[in-house]
Nanobody
Framework: VQALVESGGGSVQPGGSLTLACQGSDDDLELYCMAWFRQSPGKEREGVANVEKLEENSVTNYIPSVKGRFTIWKDYDKDMMYLRMNNLKPEDTGTYYC????????????????WGRGTQVTVSS
């Protein structure tokens, strides 16, 4: 992974949906744990979801507040990662970042080496 670029942010009303995308610059995303983090003004960056490949399966993890509403997945052929967000709530508002790490797969921002610049998600009526 040399660079990560996010896209797909925007403004939606509560209950709406968005799909974020993260483009990697190399063809080795399957070797990395990939994650989405988000940050709101005045708050710490928090992990939202992550995905890693273990043997032939992809293993996903979500924080409780998004479980059942968000879905993370990788498209290895396209070197992309996605986050589908349904039933969005105002508290989901923030800048969403794509992150990658070769050795750790958790929700600790300090453990991730590679980061995108972020894409803004605003949920408001």
């Amino acid at each position: 992974v040399q660079a990560l670029v996010e896209s797909g942010g925007g403004s939606v009303q509560p209950g709406g949906s968005l799909t974020l995308a993260c483009q990697g610059s190399d063809d080795d995303l399957e070797l990395y744990c990939m994650a989405w983090f988000r940050q709101s003004p005045g708050k710490e960056r928090e992990g939202v979801a992550n995905v890693e490949k273990l043997e032939e399966n992809s293993v996903t993890n979500y924080i409780p507040s998004v479980k059942g509403r968000f879905t993370i997945w990788k498209d290895y052929d396209k070197d992309m990662m996605y986050l589908r967000m349904n039933n969005l709530k105002p508290e989901d508002t923030g800048t969403y970042y794509c992150a990658a790490d070769r050795y750790d797969c958790n929700f600790e921002a300090r453990d991730y080496v590679y980061w995108g610049r972020g894409t803004q998600v605003t949920v408001s009526s």
